[in-house]
């Protein structure tokens, strides 16, 4: 069972260059969720997709877009990478309201990026 | 920003320890849920809260929806070395479109020397 699958697991750009991080999960959920996470400060939304066709900005958007590019797959790209984009990003699903959401997101193994 | 204050930030256990944590928030939730996260993984669902008051266990974990629903603890009962890793808080807020969680910033838990 393959769940969340995120590519790639590690990344080390320079500033100012481009990269798109790709995410796909096979449990035919509706909801899908890009995240990243930082020492001491939790996870915190930067953007999600409440259905296919849909996206919308988390918590911490700036510097990021994202891309809903069917019902399996939400893929999320750094246009002009940051220094303060170094992080572990987390790529998550889950059923959409009113099919059984329960609060329970399904991750991915992370993705470590290193912006230098 | 962050609307989950959760601690303690770390901690050490020492096997068969009882240890406990929480995350409080200035705002109403409707949901609370714990997560754990291990080291190189994402997190995965431990427990999840709907009612104020609720008081839920799962094996030697029990955590609880605080009565005022701005509030949730975590414990676990006689530790063992797989309970290391970083557990998280998450709400969902009265008004949160969607299925938008809100994430605390984390216990790590570690084992004594």
């Known amino acids: 069972n393959a769940g969340v699958t995120q590519t790639p697991k590690f990344q080390v750009l320079k500033t100012g260059q481009s990269m798109t991080l790709q995410c796909a999960q096979d449990?035919?959920?509706?909801?899908m969720y890009w995240y990243r996470q930082d020492p001491g400060m939790g996870l915190r939304l930067i953007y999600y997709?409440?259905?296919?066709?849909?996206?919308d900005k988390g918590e911490v958007p700036n510097g990021y877009n994202v891309s809903r590019l069917n019902k399996r797959e939400f893929s999320l790209r750094l246009e002009s990478a940051a220094p303060s984009q170094t992080s572990v990003y987390f790529c998550a699903s889950s059923v959409a309201p009113g099919q059984g959401y329960t609060g329970e997101l399904f991750f991915g193994e992370g993705s470590r990026l290193t912006v230098l | 920003g962050q609307q989950l204050n959760q601690s303690p930030q770390s901690m050490f256990i020492q096997e068969g320890e009882d240890v406990s944590m929480n995350c409080t928030s200035s705002s109403i939730f409707n949901t609370w849920l714990w997560y754990k996260q291990d080291p190189g993984e994402g997190p995965v669902l431990l427990i999840a809260?709907?009612?104020?008051?609720e008081l839920t266990s799962n094996g030697r974990l029990t955590a609880q929806f605080g009565i005022t629903r701005k509030d949730s603890f975590l414990n676990i009962s006689a530790s063992i070395p797989s309970d290391v890793g970083i557990y998280f808080c998450?709400?969902?807020?009265?008004?949160?479109?969607?299925?938008?969680?809100?994430f605390g910033g984390g216990t790590r838990v570690l084992v004594k020397p």
């Open positions: 998450a709400g969902q807020l009265v008004k949160a479109a969607g299925n938008k969680l809100t």
């Open positions: 997709s409440a259905s296919e066709g849909t996206t």
């Open positions: 809260l709907y009612k104020a008051g």
């Open positions: 449990m035919n959920h509706n909801s």
